[in-house]
Nanobody, 123 residues
Framework: QVQLLESGGGSVHANGSLTLSCAAS????????VAWFRQAPGAEREGIAA?????FYADSVRGRFTISLDSAKNTLYLQMNSLKPEDTGIYYC???????????????????WGQGTQVTVSS
């Protein structure tokens, strides 16, 4: 059974930084496409970063967020810098059974999801 467990969310002031982690069990990172999504209050879930042999970022986070993997720890990370109030939301990690997906920032491409972690950025 695949389980993804996020951690690292919290409350920060604008321009601050946070690093989210997503530890996996029953799933090995590095072989397939993985991603981070977020959902702001009242909004749809949006893909913000994805990784297979390439990385993909939404325009809203490119240059500020970095997705990475630690294979030894079997953990996915999202380093978030220069945070803005509009980055507030619940952040989810996601994993696919496939190495390549047609649209890496589309939620329907993913088979497994974490439970989410709250990120709140105050101005």
């Amino acid at each position: 059974q695949v389980q993804l467990l996020e951690s690292g969310g919290g409350s920060v002031h604008a321009n601050g930084s946070l690093t989210l982690s997503c530890a996996a069990s029953g799933y090995t990172y590095g072989s397939n496409t993985v991603a981070w999504f977020r959902q702001a209050p009242g909004a749809e879930r949006e893909g913000i970063a994805a990784s297979n042999r390439f990385t993909f970022y939404a325009d809203s986070v490119r240059g500020r967020f970095t997705i990475s993997l630690d294979s030894a720890k079997n953990t996915l990370y999202l380093q978030m810098n220069s945070l803005k109030p509009e980055d507030t939301g619940i952040y989810y990690c996601a994993a696919s059974e496939r190495l390549w997906v047609a649209r890496p920032l589309l939620s329907s491409e993913y088979d497994y999801w974490g439970q989410g972690t709250q990120v709140t950025v105050s101005s």
